[in-house]
């Protein structure tokens, strides 16, 4: 039975790995064939399926960090990620649902720390090969405003 | 009227001053002679106030505006600014209403912005009341022109403003017509935040030449760009531009081909191509389509990419980029989930357009200590014209003539 101390200690490893700027080992806490996208609780509850990133595989994951190392221009920060408790909607053995809140603070090179974005994860966990895996995460983001760009995944 | 502040070097549009991103007399005549005056502001999609009673609200710069469509299916667009104490009428970004009241002292208005309602008119019990000459009819806010072409909604506080398609051009007419020629849906809206003064966000869309510069996302992943064929239109005014390029379809196909077998075994290649995997949709081969209207809406066709945005003044030195992104109405579920994902591409994350949330804010912070001073917008030479090379920044120029033209300067 998956436990919600199991999903606490999945998501304090997954803020830890981002927020570390371990981000070649992100992709991993994703299943293969995953659904991640980043949008806002308006988009949410118009129906309206677009996100700001968008990945419906692990693969696309990779890219994104292979892009953000060597491709895309942006000013040095980082994040703190502070990830609430998850709310469990189901459990069974081999997989769970549930909605988890987070608040994103971005520290930039110059010091300044801004809340960058709070919102809600909504997650569906599968265990593959015994290991916790996201099969889904919806970052739903409280507003619909993202400051300057967003280039670090939530 | 004030006398204009920012000494423009002469009459040529290759010396910018910077000034003009920091200055608040110039920011305020902004208001009054462009946003306010003879120009088209985007305010919607026609799609987005389909029924009866939709309604939105939006800015025509700073100014803030209800767009609504009455039950006559015509759309209407006023200030949303109550008549009584000058409060918002609407409050929500979107809805459907009968009628729209104010929260304030509850004066109501009809969907043509009209004053239909004075809470206590006649007063309570015989005491108060307006006066008996007070006239509805001579108060309102301020009713905008609205003009409707191919769905893009645009609302003029100038009488004088020319009709859509003569303001418009043509050229960029067929443009739009090219994009928007049957109906669309909205998949999604994002704001990006920028942290510059709107006119270095609508001068780095039309610059062509730092595309290939600053976004480094194609030529890393050596995503094959292929021909390069395309050109930058600027229409007689200079406000508005086309930027385009298209493949040659019979060197994609072997490139693509080529780029699917390096795929694995090379560090900088996407992990997962069908992020690009599009579909045809335009005969006429062209895959990248960036169009924009003065003062302040873009148009975007990226491969099967569609979006609008509307950038928006927010005090001086900060700016509003409204993103809404669309799809056709007939869309098929394998088109619409290709357009979700080349989206990636775009918006404040977006592959190839991210850098452009910040780098407005290096200008801005650059300049910090150098108002007296000017930019160099000089490649290409000094015309504000249409060109077939991309290295240049005509549009850029072509932009500050109409600036010019506008704010007298």
């Not at chain 1, 981000?23 to 996100?51: K, M, S, V």
């Amino acid at each position: 039975m998956i436990d919600i101390v199991q999903l606490a200690a999945f998501n304090a490893a997954y803020a830890h790995t981002i927020d570390s700027d371990a981000l070649e080992q992100w992709p991993d806490f994703f299943t293969a064939d995953c659904h991640y996208r980043i949008t806002h609780i308006e988009n949410e509850q118009q129906g309206l399926p677009a996100g700001i990133v968008y990945a419906d595989s692990r693969a696309m994951l990779e890219d994104r960090i292979a892009a953000l190392r060597e491709a895309n221009i942006f000013e040095r920060q980082r994040y703190r990620h502070l990830i609430g408790m998850p709310m469990v909607e189901s459990a069974s053995a081999d997989a769970a649902q549930a909605q988890t809140p987070f608040v994103v603070v971005r520290i930039m090179a110059t010091g300044q720390s801004d809340v960058f974005a709070t919102g809600v994860y909504r997650d569906r966990f599968v265990k593959v090969d015994g290991q916790l895996r996201l099969a889904e995460r919806v970052a739903v983001c409280d507003s619909t405003v993202t400051d300057t760009l967003l280039v670090i995944p939530l | 009227m004030q006398e204009h502040t920012i000494r423009w070097p002469g009459e040529g549009l290759t010396r910018i001053p910077y000034a003009l991103y920091s200055d608040a007399a110039t920011a305020e005549q902004e208001q009054a002679r462009i946003f306010r005056g003879n120009v088209w502001n985007f305010l919607c999609l026609d799609a987005e106030i389909a029924e009866p009673g939709s309604y939105r609200t939006t800015f025509a710069g700073a100014t803030p505006v209800v767009v609504v469509r009455d039950a006559d299916d015509e759309i209407y667009a006023f200030e949303n600014r109550c008549a009584h104490r000058g409060a918002l009428i609407a409050l929500e970004k979107s809805g459907k209403a009968e009628t729209f009241q104010c929260v304030y002292h509850a004066w109501s208005y009809n969907r043509q912005g009209d004053l239909t309602g004075v809470a206590f008119e006649k007063g309570v019990k015989g005491q108060g009341g307006m006066p008996p000459g007070f006239c509805k009819e001579e108060h309102g806010p301020r009713k905008l022109r609205i003009a409707v072409f191919c769905g893009l909604v645009f609302g003029s506080f100038s009488d004088d403003v020319p009709d859509i398609e003569d303001y418009l051009g043509p050229e960029i007419c067929a443009r739009i017509q090219r994009v928007l020629h049957k109906p669309v849906e909205v998949i999604g809206r994002f704001t990006q935040a920028l942290p510059n003064n709107w006119k270095l966000y609508v001068e780095n869309v039309k610059d062509s030449y730092h595309a290939s510069l600053l976004h480094m996302f194609f030529t890393t992943f050596e995503i094959n760009r292929l021909s390069q064929k395309g050109g930058v239109i600027v229409d007689a005014s200079g406000g508005h531009h086309v930027s385009f390029s298209m493949i040659d379809p019979a060197a994609a196909d072997s490139s693509y081909k080529d780029q699917a077998i390096r795929a694995d075994n090379d560090r900088y290649r996407l992990k997962d191509p069908s992020l690009l995997a599009g579909f045809k949709e335009h005969d006429d081969g062209i895959t990248l389509q960036i169009l924009s209207v003065f003062p302040g809406f873009v148009l975007q066709q990226i491969q099967n990419c569609l979006a609008v945005r509307q950038v928006l003044p927010k005090g001086i030195e900060s700016a509003e980029l409204n993103w809404t992104y669309f799809g056709y109405a007939d869309d098929t579920p394998e088109q619409r989930k290709v357009r979700l994902k080349q989206h990636n591409l775009v918006g404040p994350a977006g592959f190839i357009s991210m850098e452009d949330g910040a780098v407005g804010g290096f200008v801005q912070r650059g300049i910090a200590g150098a108002a007296e001073m000017e930019a160099v917008v000089e490649m290409g030479g000094d015309h504000a014209g249409s060109s077939e090379g991309r290295a240049t920044e005509t549009s850029v120029r072509g932009f500050w003539k109409a600036y010019r033209h506008h704010m007298g300067a």
